[in-house]
């Protein structure tokens, strides 16, 4: 394969999809290819907020801190997806896109103000209109919500000892009508949708056909 960049800025693949449908495993596969850079979502920044664990406060107490957390996810995101890189390939767990996802859980479970709402959508619009955030191909690792709460169990994050099946099950809905349906918001890339239900040895498999899909494009 020869690597190659788009104008000045890497291939951009994001990977998309609920809690616990296996993107941290899927993309440990790819930081086995020498031509690629690998971004993982910034938990322990969220975790250590100048001492405090933003991320565990959002999942215990929503309706104060849903907004609150969801900004500076938002920020840390786009500095992600700025930032430079020598690489040809550049993969990311989840995206500024899927930032939107998240508003509108918190909008459809009511806890946040309408106001938040809409500063936080102001925001997200604000940043893609002025800087240059691309994304050239979205994996959608689908799962069912059963399945990824199961996970959610097995792995025991503390922060996520709150999280319910309907939690899941209203994030799989809102993944399935943004990415698999595509009737909820604009679709920044084509998309490769997955089954990410499988085993470690199915997923594997997954990864090998899509690894090449985006290697030859």
């Keep these: 394969m020869s690597p190659r960049k788009l104008g000045n800025r890497p291939y951009t693949v994001c990977i998309e999809g609920n809690i616990g449908s296996g993107k941290t495993t899927f993309l440990s596969h790819f930081k086995k290819c020498e031509n690629t850079i690998v971004i993982e979502e910034p938990v322990e920044l969220w975790r250590d907020v100048s001492g405090t664990n933003l991320l565990e406060l959002m999942y215990k ?5 849903a907004c609150t957390f969801q900004s500076y996810v938002q920020l ?15 993969v990311m767990e989840r ?11 918190m909008k459809r ?17 604000w940043a893609l209109e002025n800087t240059k955030v691309q994304a050239d191909l979205i994996v959608y690792l689908r799962t069912t ?4 709460y199961q996970r959610m169990r097995t792995r025991a994050r503390k922060e996520e000892d709150c999280v319910s099946l309907d939690y899941l099950k209203l994030m799989h809905q809102i ?5 698999y349906d595509r009737t909820l ?33």
């Design 185 to 217: 918001f604009s679709v920044p890339s084509p998309v490769i949708t997955l089954d990410a239900d499988k085993n470690l040895e199915g997923m594997l498999e997954e990864f090998r056909v899509c690894a090449d899909k985006i290697f030859n494009r």
């Design 95 to 105: 995206s500024i896109y899927s930032v939107r996802c998240f508003i509108e859980n």
């Design 76 to 90: 840390t995101m786009l500095q992600l997806h700025t930032r430079e890189t020598s690489h040809p390939y550049k």
């Design 61 to 65: 107490d929503p309706s104060r801190y």
């Design 145 to 148: 919500p059963e399945v990824v």
């Design 175 to 179: 993944h399935d009508e943004w990415l």
């Design 109 to 125: 479970m009511n806890v946040l103000q309408n106001v938040e709402a809409y500063l936080l959508e102001k925001w997200y619009d």
